[in-house]
């Protein structure tokens, strides 16, 4: 299974963004899709889920209200739309997929793509 996120780039404070995250060689529509980013010299911390049933999208406290998540299975890709971004907002962002899900954590995320960079400048 191998994904690919794309989308990154830099933008002012108040801006957006939209990422995408293209799955191949597995069963899209089976797995729960994750998002996460990593800032420098911080830990790798959740953004938001996914469920493969595309039911209730989890969100970070700090991303609510701000941030959309969305799948579309016949494309084999999910989305984060990125809306009113701070500058602490900048990051990589990895997409992850998994057969499990414990939303806020990294668990049952078995498959991670490279990662694309958000920087938000103020």
């Known amino acids: 299974v191998q994904l690919q996120a794309s989308g990154g780039g830099t933008v002012q404070a108040g801006g957006s963004l939209r990422l995408s995250c293209a799955v191949s060689g597995g069963t899209f529509s089976s797995y729960h899709m994750g998002w996460f980013r990593q800032a420098p010299g911080k830990e790798r911390e959740f953004v938001a889920a996914?469920?493969?049933?595309?039911?209730?999208?989890y969100y970070a406290d700090s991303v609510k209200g701000r941030f959309t998540s969305s799948r579309d299975n016949a494309k084999s890709t999910v989305y984060l739309q990125m809306n009113s971004l701070k500058p602490e907002d900048t990051a990589v962002y990895y997409c992850a997929a998994g057969r499990r899900l414990r939303p806020g954590t990294t668990y049952g995320m078995d498959y991670w793509g490279k990662g694309t960079q958000v920087t938000v400048s103020s």
């Open positions: 996914v469920p493969w049933s595309g039911g209730s999208t």
